[in-house]
């Protein structure tokens, strides 16, 4: 495992260096913790950070054959202090890495190349295609990875690529394709790379939480331009405006001036040439 250089306490451990520390490193930081005033107030917050990457369950009955059952089933049993200083007994276990849906952002930074092909050998059989590319993502971000698909007989071919990869330093998995193999191989990515893919990764956020900023001024700006365009359509509708009554009376005023009598002449007049046709 992939150890944080520097020393870790409860209050800088987070969700990702978690991963850097084992069962009994629990147990002794949080004793160290004692002496601090805020772990009353905070101890919740750091088991919480824990378990992100530690099973941690509370044991209710202190008796040695239940811290016996836990022990066989690979948890660290100890005592911390949490609420109101109320000492308890907790049995702690490292959640296993051993799929590839158990890979995250946090943790790959924390595994080994032999490991990360422990868990690609033991989950897949259908060569680096067959992950899904949210899992390579989380892969690439701790580790380089190549592949390559030859022929059985041409993969260890003297100064080929498989023997100019293992002594680069990379890990490599083969995977038999009927008469040809795929390999895979995988190497951790220098420290200043993963430094900086996670100071990528914190600017990412900052970012985002800045740009939802910017659309909130963008949509009060927005706002504050669609009340003006709202007034000056108010305005305009005004200048069309009309008088009802008008309007009313305009609608219903006849086209013919003469009186009904007449009328009735011109239709009968029209009656007769119509037969005329």
């Avoid at 702690?92 to 990360?116: C, F, G, Q, W």
């Avoid at 390559?148 to 680069?168: A, C, I, N, S, Y």
């Avoid at 990528?200 to 970012?207: A, T």
């Avoid at 939480?209 to 709202?230: C, K, M, N, R, Y």
């Amino acid at each position: 495992m992939k150890q944080e250089k520097k020393a870790l306490t409860l209050k800088t451990l987070t969700k990702s260096n978690v991963w850097g520390i084992q069962e009994n490193d629990v147990f002794r930081m949080w004793e160290a913790a004692e002496k601090d005033a805020d772990l009353k107030d905070n101890a919740r917050h750091y088991m919480d950070v824990v378990k992100s990457a530690f099973d941690a369950e509370e044991l209710k009955v202190d008796r040695p054959e239940i811290i016996k059952k836990y022990e066989d089933r690979g948890f660290k049993v100890g005592t911390i202090r949490l609420d109101e200083g109320q000492k308890v007994k907790m049995a702690i276990k490292k959640h296993p890495i051993m799929r590839v849906t158990d890979l995250t952002y946090e943790n790959i930074r924390y595994i080994s190349a032999a490991k990360l092909i422990e868990v690609l050998d033991r989950n897949f059989g259908g060569g680096w295609d067959s992950l899904s590319q949210s899992v390579k993502d989380i892969i690439e971000s701790g580790f380089e990875v190549s592949t390559t698909v030859l022929p059985k007989d041409r993969l260890h071919k003297k100064g080929g690529m498989f023997e100019k990869k293992t002594e680069d330093g990379f890990e490599a998995l083969e995977i038999e394709k009927g008469t040809w193999v795929e390999a895979i191989f995988v190497k951790e990515k220098p420290e200043i790379d993963k430094l900086s893919a996670r100071f990528d990764d914190e600017l990412s956020g900052r970012k985002s939480s800045h740009d939802d900023d910017d659309d909130d001024d963008d949509l009060a700006e927005d706002d504050d331009l669609s009340g003006q365009d709202s007034k000056y359509k108010d305005d305009d509708d005004d200048d069309d405006s009309f008088d009802e009554d008008i309007l009313t009376e305009e609608s219903y005023r006849t086209t013919f001036e003469e009186d009904n009598d007449e009328l009735g002449m011109e239709a009968e007049n029209i009656e007769e040439d119509d037969d005329s046709f």
